[in-house]
Structure formats: structure tokens, C-alpha cells
């Protein structure tokens, strides 16, 4: 057994500060350090269908919560007639929701000019006594290794994807003192402010480069006459071809793996949305576009329409895979693909697919091979400035990571 730190203490969660607290979330509630602990099982008062309207008292559920906040824009929303008839689950600005059912883990600080918002059965709302137990330190300590692996291991004995309110109370939380637990979410805060304004830098960036899609991939670069077609108006030296006279489509060569069979290895196992494994034999070793075969992604734009892989590579079948001729440039012919409407080629609504013969009666738009060249190189441009803003914010993402693990553990300790 390790000896303990000078100035600390083994507890049931590992080593803390000597003058740290572990104790039950229940006692924290008999001694009012949380005055609220309630969850939105609504019983009979449960919303009907019927009765959600387009503005009103916000009701929100576990799949509103991105990245510690809450996304109105997922909320629906009931009159406020209707929702003062509830009883449970009625939240204030400042409170910790933590998605207990369903999607257990996620946990935001609801913050809101609405009097009150109203949440459904996947959320517990824990209320603090601010002079005593900080909210955004509970948020924090809720979103913690620490916390999540208590959770994890009792949802590990059951089939039931879910912590009731009555497990939750037996949960442990780590309590400094509260000057101490409102600086450790001071810094966590600060870390989520520079992963915030990374992330609306990434969504700038992205708009940015769906206009100059737009602009480019139908306009080009410099030109002055245009002609009309049925592809809209485009310069007079395009031309318009179906996507089979471009390209050879090497739908043949791809096969599955069973997930069985699969050996972790050094190259990539693609499908419809990127790498899905890595395996250690391939069937392509070329540039190639792959584009998903999932009508239903299509439309709604959720993950990439089209992509291009190169080098050696293994592919499934929920991706098509097209080989540009020589006279295309495949970072054209890719970004063409990812722009364009594919609702007339989609086939199928119970489970939509865009099949090998609707994607080679695609209409794709071509310039002369040096134009090509130049508009994939501006659009380039703009995804090199989108991958070295993801890579920061992967960065943010991972020293929040430590920080919790380091600052809500006593590990480090701050200042006050």
C-alpha cells in the first residue's frame, strides 16, 4: 500500500486534502447544502403531443445539454398555463441538470431569463445553497471521472440504462471548502470559455466555407459570361456530365468485415461516415472519394456526404467509391459532392438510400482541369483553418480533462 502525501487522507474515492469532505449526495441534502433534488417524472401530468406549441415555458430533455449548456433551440416548449399544472421537475436559473435515463452522464447549469423551465423524465435538478455548495463547482464534479465511475459501476449490475434519484443519493461528492470549490470552477470556467470561442470560431469558419462552396462551385473564378441551364446559370466554358462519365465507380471491389473477424491493425476500415476500425489488409491503395449510400444523411447533412480517403484502405458497403478520370481533380470532384442537393437522387422512405444507379445519374458541373485546381485549393485553404481550430480545441478539451481529474481530486490545489 502507497503512503499518503503529507497534509493528506485515504478515503473510499482515493487520496484527498485532509481538510476535505466526502460525503452522500442524501447528506448533502439533509443538511441543506442541496435544497432540491428532483427529477421530472411527471406521472399522469405528462405532456401530451398535442400540447407542445412554437414559444412558450421551455421544456427541455437530456438531448438539449451541449457541452455543459443547455441548447434552447432542442427544447420544445408548452403554454404557461399548461406548465404551471407541474409538480415535479420545475427548474430555476442556476440549477444542475444531470441526464440520469437513456443518455446518462451529460450535465449542464441551466441558465435562463424564464422564470422556470420545465424538464422531462431524463433529468434530475440539483438546486444549491450557494453559500455553502457552488453550482458550478457540482456541475463540474457531476462531469468528473470520479463521479462517473460510481455511476458506471452500479449501472454495470443491472440491464437498465439509467441512475434513479434513489441511486443517486448514495453517490459520493468530494466538498472543499466552498471558497475553494468556487476558484476550481473559476479555472475549469475559463478552460470552457477558450473551448467555447474555439468552437464559434469553428462554426464561422464553416459558414464561411459553405458560402465560398456555394460561390465557387457554381460560379467559378473570374468569369463574365454565363449561360442558363438546368442546373441554374453557370459560365458559358463549364459543362454539365453525369457523374458515370467522369468517374469509374469500384463499388465491386468493397466487402464487409464481420466484427469478428476484425484485427486491429494499421490501416483504415472505412464505411459511410469516416473510419469505423482499423484492420491489417486492405483492398485500395489509391486516392479515392467515397460517398454514403445513407439517403437519410443526405438530406439532413449530419455527417459528410462525401469524402476522400488515399492510401491503403479497406471499405464497406454503406459507402460507394468513386475513381475521378484524368481529367478531374479529386479535391474538386469532392467538394462538388459534398455540395450538392441529393433529394431527387434518393431512393427508398421507410429507409432511404442513394443506390450505384441514381449516384451515376448525378449532374456534376465541370471547368477546364486548371480551374478545378484552383477553386479545391481555396477551399482548402479554408478546411486547413477549420482542422488547426478542431486541433485547438481538442487541446482545451484534453487540459480540462486533467485539470478535473487533478483540481477536483485535491491533486492540485489552488490558492484562495
Known amino acids: 500500500m502507497s503512503e499518503v502525501r503529507e497534509g493528506y487522507k485515504m478515503t473510499e474515492l482515493g487520496e484527498m486534502p485532509i481538510e476535505w469532505e466526502v460525503t452522500k449526495i442524501e447528506e448533502l441534502i ?68 444531470f441526464a440520469h435515463n437513456a443518455t446518462v452522464g451529460p450535465v449542464a447549469l441551466l441558465k435562463t431569463k424564464e422564470d422556470f423551465v420545465i424538464l422531462s423524465t431524463s433529468l434530475t435538478l440539483f438546486r444549491c445553497e450557494a453559500d455553502k455548495l457552488s453550482s458550478n463547482y457540482l456541475m463540474y464534479y457531476l462531469m468528473s471521472p470520479t463521479f462517473k465511475h460510481q455511476y458506471e459501476k452500479i449501472m454495470g449490475q443491472t440491464t437498465r440504462n439509467q441512475v434513479p434519484i434513489t441511486i443517486q443519493k448514495q453517490l459520493l461528492c468530494i466538498l472543499p471548502d466552498v471558497r475553494e470549490q468556487q476558484k476550481i470552477a473559476s479555472i475549469l470556467s475559463t478552460v470552457d470559455k477558450q473551448i467555447d470561442e474555439t468552437e464559434q470560431l469553428i462554426v464561422k469558419t464553416k459558414e464561411l466555407k ?65 473510419i469505423i476500425d482499423w484492420v491489417n489488409d486492405f ?49 474538386y470532384l469532392t467538394y462538388y459532392l459534398e455540395s450538392i442537393n441529393y433529394e431527387d437522387y434518393i431512393t ?38 477549420i482542422g488547426v481550430c478542431e486541433q485547438e480545441k481538442a487541446k482545451y478539451e484534453e487540459l480540462k480533462k486533467g485539470l478535473m481529474q487533478q483540481l477536483l481530486t485535491g491533486q492540485i490545489r489552488v490558492k484562495i
Open 30 to 97: 439533509n443538511s441543506k447544502f442541496i435544497t432540491h433534488h428532483i427529477d421530472g417524472n411527471h406521472g399522469s401530468l405528462y405532456p401530451r403531443s398535442d400540447e407542445f406549441i412554437d414559444a412558450g415555458v421551455p421544456y427541455i430533455s437530456a438531448n438539449s445539454i451541449k457541452n455543459g449548456r443547455i441548447d434552447f433551440n432542442m427544447a420544445k416548449y408548452l403554454s404557461a398555463a399548461r406548465a404551471a399544472k407541474f409538480k415535479k421537475g420545475v427548474a430555476e436559473d442556476n440549477d444542475v441538470l
Open 210 to 274: 459553405k458560402g465560398l462552396m456555394q460561390q465557387l462551385l457554381t460560379k467559378g473564378i473570374g468569369h463574365t459570361e454565363f449561360k442558363q441551364t438546368e442546373l441554374g446559370e453557370i459560365p458559358v466554358e463549364w459543362e454539365i456530365f453525369l457523374l458515370e462519365e467522369i468517374v469509374s465507380v469500384l463499388d465491386g471491389m468493397r466487402k464487409p468485415i464481420k466484427k469478428n473477424d476484425r484485427l486491429s491493425g494499421p490501416i483504415p476500415y472505412y464505411g459511410a461516415t469516416g
Open 283 to 331: 483492398i485500395f491503395d489509391e486516392p479515392l472519394i467515397l460517398v454514403g449510400e445513407d439517403g437519410e444523411n443526405l438530406r439532413s447533412r449530419v455527417l459528410p456526404m462525401a469524402f476522400k480517403i488515399q492510401g491503403k484502405a479497406w471499405v464497406n458497403n454503406h459507402a460507394h467509391v468513386v475513381k475521378p478520370n484524368p481529367n478531374v481533380n479529386i479535391d
Open 348 to 385: 427508398g422512405s421507410a429507409q432511404p438510400k442513394l443506390n450505384q444507379a441514381q449516384l451515376k445519374r448525378v449532374k456534376t458541373l465541370l471547368p477546364k482541369l486548371n480551374e478545378q485546381q484552383k477553386i479545391a485549393s481555396i477551399l482548402a485553404t479554408v478546411d486547413e483553418q
